[in-house]
């Protein structure tokens, strides 16, 4: 089948226009294409980037790394900081990446240059979990772009590869299918947050 450059205007402008998450509640673990997951990071890294310095490092967490990284430290470092937490708590704590198929990590990891700000680099870092989110909705997968406590625990930090006291945590964007359509939720009118100069 043909497309003219009127429909793949039109697919484009519906995607973005309707584009929504599908949180991590409602998503389970199912198969995703190893095709798949090279074209969301091949997506994922095309950036703005001013100089080229790569200052993000992309770590994808899947199969038993996922179970092992609740078991050995996203649980431990949750009871240790929460001691009396309740056990539906600790039930949630010891699955958390397990919901997904695939969970990409994305951390900034600024580096030193005379001229371009830390600000610039931590910005390129979030466009790249943006990529990574729209494109892996664009494929039909329930994706979450997440933070939560764990994107600030260190010990986590340093088993990602990341940098204490230097590199942050962007996000965690979880991949995996849908086990129903999202519902929209409230959007701003344009006219409460445009403003023309």
Same mark, same amino acid.
């Given at each position: 089948?043909?497309?003219?450059?009127? *429909?793949?205007?039109?697919?484009?402008?519906?995607?973005?226009?309707?584009?929504?998450?599908?949180?991590?509640?409602?998503?389970?673990?199912?198969?995703?294409?190893?095709?798949?997951?090279? *074209?969301?990071?091949?997506?994922?890294?095309?950036?703005?980037?001013? /100089?080229?310095?790569?200052?993000?490092?992309?770590?994808?967490?899947?199969? @038993?790394?996922?179970?092992?990284?609740?078991?050995?430290?996203?649980?431990?470092?949750?009871?240790? *900081?929460?001691?009396?937490?309740?056990?539906?708590?600790?039930?949630? @704590?010891?699955?958390?990446?397990?919901? /997904?198929? /695939?969970?990409?990590?994305? #951390?900034?990891?600024?580096?030193?240059?005379?001229?371009?700000?830390?600000? @610039?680099?931590?910005?390129?870092?979030?466009?790249?979990?943006?990529?990574?989110?729209?494109?892996?909705?664009?494929?039909?997968?329930?994706?979450?772009? #997440?933070?939560?406590?764990?994107?600030?625990?260190?010990?986590?930090?340093?088993?990602?590869?990341?940098?204490?006291?230097?590199?942050?945590?962007?996000?965690?964007?979880? #991949?995996?299918?849908?086990?129903?359509?999202?519902?929209?939720?409230?959007?701003?009118?344009?006219?409460?947050?445009?403003?023309?100069?």
């Amino acid at each position: 089948m043909k497309y003219s450059k009127m *429909d793949f205007m039109t697919i484009h402008n519906n995607f973005f226009s309707k584009r929504r998450s599908v949180t991590a509640k409602k998503m389970m673990a199912g198969a995703i294409s190893q095709m798949d997951l090279d *074209d969301i990071l091949s997506a994922g890294i095309r950036v703005p980037d001013h /100089a080229a310095l790569n200052p993000w490092k992309i770590i994808v967490i899947k199969g @038993e790394s996922l179970k092992r990284i609740d078991n050995e430290i996203i649980l431990p470092e949750y009871i240790k *900081d929460n001691p009396d937490a309740e056990e539906k708590n600790i039930i949630i @704590e010891s699955s958390r990446l397990q919901r /997904a198929s /695939a969970v990409i990590a994305v #951390i900034s990891a600024p580096v030193e240059h005379p001229k371009i700000p830390i600000w @610039e680099m931590q910005l390129s870092s979030a466009a790249v979990c943006m990529n990574l989110l729209s494109c892996a909705q664009s494929k039909g997968y329930a994706a979450q772009w #997440i933070t939560e406590w764990y994107a600030y625990n260190d010990r986590l930090l340093q088993e990602l590869g990341g940098r204490v006291g230097l590199d942050k945590v962007s996000g965690f964007i979880y #991949i995996g299918n849908k086990i129903e359509e999202p519902s929209e939720r409230r959007r701003p009118d344009l006219i409460d947050v445009v403003k023309y100069i």
